[in-house]
C-alpha cells in the first residue's frame, strides 16, 4: 500500500520530510510536488531504485530520467564539466523550471541517463521538494509521477490514481503552480537547443542566449520513424485522455465557429462531446456538450496551470471526443500547444 502525507507547502513538517526521505535511501519510491507537477522520486544515484521507477510507471527504459538538486553543488558533483554558460543559466533561472542538459558524470548509473553521455539535471522551486531532496542527501531522480502516455500529474489526487499501491509514499503538497513540465535546455553542444518547451520560456532564454534554438519536433506533431528525436521522451504519445482529441489551431473565431459546427455533427450522433474552451467562447458552443473552461485567452498561464487537470476530468466525465480550442504558440502559450499537439490524434488548421 501506498502512505499518502499531507504537507503543508510553506512550511513542511520536517518529520514527515524525514520519513519520506528514509524510504529514498532505502531504496524506494515517493512522489512528490515540485513547481510544474508531481514527480516519482528515487535515489538517482543507486541504479535498482531507479530502475523501480520505470516498473511503477510502465516507462520505456530508453528514454532517460532528471537529477534534481537542492543546489548548485550538488550539481556540480553531476556532470564531467558544466559549459560556462550553465552557470549563468542556474544563476538566472535556478531555482525554477528550467532542466539543463550537460556532459554527464561517470558515476550517475545508466539508468538514469537511458545509455547517453548527457545528463539532465534541475533544481525545483517547491520548497517540499527542495527539504526532500536536502534530507535525503542524494539526487533525486524523478520523471512525473503519472503512468507512461497519461497526462502529467498537478495534484496529489492525479498521483493516487494513476500510481496507487506501486509506489511507497506520496506528500501531497496541494495543487502545482505551473501545471506543465520544466523546459529542457541541451547545453552540451555548440549551441545551445530547447528540447522540451516548458515553464522556462523561449523568449526568456532568448534574452540571454541569442543563438537558442528550438528542436524542430517540438510544434511538429508526429515525428517519421527515421527522425531521431535529441530528447528521446519526444518520441512516446504523451498527455493523452482516454477520449480522441481534435485540436482546432488558427485564428480564434474560426475555430470556435469550426468546434462549434463539429460538436453539432458529433452530438447529432449521439456521441458524448467535450470541448475544451477559452471562457470567452464558451456561450458559443451546443448546449449539450461538456464544455470544461481553462481561464481566459489574454491569461495563457491560467490554461497551463490547469490543462492536464482538465484533461483527467474529461476522462472522469466519461466524454467519448475531446474539441480542443488552441491558441498562440508564444510565451507558455508554446509549451501548452507542445502539450495538445502529442495529446492530438487529429489537428485541424483553420
Ligand atoms: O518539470 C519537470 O521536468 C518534471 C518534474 C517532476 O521535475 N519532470 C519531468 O520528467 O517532466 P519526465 O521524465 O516526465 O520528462 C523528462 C524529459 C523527457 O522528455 C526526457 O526525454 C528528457 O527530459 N531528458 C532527460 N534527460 C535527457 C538527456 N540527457 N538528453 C535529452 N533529453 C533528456
Ligand atoms: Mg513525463
Do not use: C
Not at 176 to 203: A, F, H, K, W
Not at 246 to 272: D, M, N, S
Amino acid at each position: 500500500t501506498t502512505l499518502i502525507w499531507t504537507v503543508d507547502k510553506n512550511n513542511p513538517d520536517q518529520n514527515v520530510i524525514d520519513r519520506a526521505a528514509q524510504i529514498i535511501k532505502n531504496g524506494g519510491l515517493v512522489a512528490f510536488p515540485t513547481e510544474t507537477v508531481y514527480g516519482l522520486g528515487a535515489n538517482g544515484l543507486d541504479g535498482t531504485a531507479v530502475a523501480g521507477i520505470y516498473r511503477a510507471k510502465g516507462r520505456p527504459s530508453d528514454n532517460p530520467l532528471i537529477l534534481h538538486v537542492a543546489d548548485f553543488a550538488m550539481a556540480e558533483t553531476l556532470s564531467a564539466g558544466l559549459p560556462p554558460v550553465a552557470g549563468m543559466l542556474m544563476d538566472k533561472f535556478w531555482p525554477g523550471p528550467l532542466t539543463l542538459v550537460v556532459p554527464r558524470a561517470n558515476h550517475i548509473p545508466g539508468q538514469v541517463t537511458g545509455g547517453l553521455d548527457t545528463v539532465g539535471i534541475r533544481m525545483p522551486s517547491h520548497p517540499v521538494a527542495l527539504a526532500l531532496i536536502k534530507a535525503a542527501g542524494v539526487p533525486i531522480a524523478a520523471p512525473s509521477a503519472n503512468r507512461s502516455g497519461r497526462p502529467s500529474p498537478t495534484r496529489a489526487a492525479h498521483v493516487q490514481a494513476d500510481l496507487q499501491g506501486r509506489i511507497d509514499a506520496i506528500l501531497d503538497g496541494g495543487p502545482t503552480g505551473v501545471g506543465l513540465e520544466s523546459t529542457v535546455l541541451d547545453v552540451s553542444g555548440e549551441q545551445p537547443v530547447i528540447l522540451r518547451p516548458g515553464g522556462v520560456t523561449y523568449e526568456q532564454l532568448a534574452d540571454l542566449l541569442p543563438r537558442v534554438t528550438i528542436d524542430p519536433s517540438i510544434l511538429g506533431k508526429k515525428l517519421s520513424r527515421d527522425q531521431a528525436p535529441r530528447s528521446p521522451g519526444m518520441k512516446y504519445t504523451h498527455y493523452a485522455p482516454a477520449a480522441p482529441l481534435t485540436l482546432f489551431e488558427g485564428e480564434p473565431a474560426r475555430v470556435v465557429q469550426a468546434i462549434a459546427r463539429r460538436a453539432a455533427e458529433q452530438l447529432a450522433r449521439g456521441k458524448k462531446v467535450g470541448i475544451l474552451a477559452f471562457e470567452e467562447n464558451a456561450p458559443y458552443y451546443p448546449q449539450g456538450a461538456v464544455i470544461l473552461t481553462m481561464g481566459q485567452q489574454k491569461n495563457p498561464a491560467t490554461a497551463a496551470n490547469m490543462l492536464f487537470a482538465l484533461l483527467r476530468q474529461f476522462d472522469r466525465l466519461k466524454v467519448e471526443v475531446i474539441l480542443a480550442e488552441g491558441l498562440e504558440p508564444k510565451g507558455i502559450g508554446l509549451a501548452i500547444m507542445n502539450r495538445l499537439r502529442r495529446a492530438a490524434g487529429e489537428i485541424v488548421q483553420l
